[in-house]
DNA sequence: ACGAGGTTAAGTGGAAGTGTTTAAATCCAT
DNA sequence: ATGGATTTAAACACTTCCACTTAACCTCGT
């Protein structure tokens, strides 16, 4: 039974990477080939990936359209609005202000510039109160 | 070669559970037990968990410590304390503050009620300003 | 106690990941 | 262009994961 992504191989290469050693010098140290550390670290960071996707997939689940955010928003303002598009329709939204904002940035970042909402934020909320960004 | 942590039989069945269906009523749907659905399903959640495990291997590799946030801090006003903190060490923060507010709450929602930091948070930074919560 | 929803255990076939080696192939800077 | 660092290809045992079944077992609320 695995109880980690990534592998105590991988950790300590990805480690020794992150202390600026080469492939060749961890090939040494660990006694393999720099080929074998080369694919091992690759294969490392390709589960870094899956694991940032597999956490995208768990904020964008399922919901229905909510409103917009124009372009130019504070996005300390937003929660408010959405708070409020939420009431109008009689449901909870089940995130406060900051889990919204987090939602948010992680949704979409390349919509956002610091505090500035950069480009038109659609809303998306299912029955629950579950809130999603596009 | 698999491009993604969670299958498609694992999205689809968190996808309906979100929505409500008991394991009974997708496996009728998609035609199987619902023993497998429990099964499926467990191992889809076991996968979220270990992809944010990893994500939080990959922040917390090498870094040193940087300060405490106390309990009963105001969530808003973390960041500020983490910016004046790298400052005097003369590291220059990669994170505004909304990136800094996310960083913390993705890291230890645990440790976070509503705008409240519930329990002492050790704060780390490593030279390239990246931060990570404890 | 009954039933609905959920969990667990044990086993199976097939698919994919892991760590390895060896050898050849790119980069990139001095 | 020579040498150091990195990447790729192909192949190999070995392990783990995935979806699935069957059957039994909790745990609620009514």
Redesign the pocket.
């Known amino acids: 039974?695995?109880d980690s992504l990534l592998?105590?191989?991988?950790k300590a290469i990805l480690r020794h990477r992150r202390q600026g050693l080469?492939?060749?010098q961890i090939g040494d140290l660990i006694g393999?080939?720099?080929?074998?550390i080369?694919?091992?670290?690759?294969?490392a960071l390709e589960?870094v990936r899956r694991a940032h996707e597999a956490l995208q997939f768990m904020y964008t689940l399922d919901a229905g359209f909510l409103c917009v955010i124009p372009s130019g928003a504070d996005l300390l303002t937003v929660p408010e609005t959405i708070f409020r598009e939420a009431s109008d329709r009689g449901v909870k939204v089940r995130y406060n202000t900051i889990g919204l904002i987090n939602r948010l940035c992680d949704s979409v970042p390349e919509h956002v510039k610091a505090r500035l909402v950069k480009d038109e934020i659609q809303v998306y909320m299912n029955d629950d109160g579950e809130i999603y960004f596009e």
């Open positions: 039974m695995k592998t105590e191989r991988q080469t492939q060749q393999t080939s720099k080929a074998n080369c694919i091992i670290e690759k294969s589960n």
